[in-house]
């Protein structure tokens, strides 16, 4: 088996920001979106890309981000 780098993102939101119930769905074919409580946030994530950089400062970019975002949204009765 072939281990490969690879990066995930998150990100943090108010909880009175978004009304959901804790979830984990199939995003896509090659990732899972999920949504947990943490404090008085939520947890959004997560992509898995290929990483190709440097293994010590993995960073996401806005196509990380918008592709994230796009489908959290998908999920809410208010994006």
Request: aromatic share 8%; no cysteine; net charge negative.
């Amino acid at each position: 088996m072939m281990v490969r780098p690879a990066k995930g993102i998150h990100i943090v939101v108010a909880k009175d920001r978004i009304r959901i119930e804790v979830r984990a769905d199939p995003a896509d074919e090659k990732s899972v979106l999920f949504v947990l409580p943490w404090g008085e946030h939520w947890i959004i994530g997560t992509t898995d890309t290929d990483w190709a950089f440097d293994l010590d400062h993995p960073a996401a970019n806005s196509a990380d981000i918008e592709y994230l975002l796009d489908q959290v949204n998908g999920v809410l009765d208010r994006p």
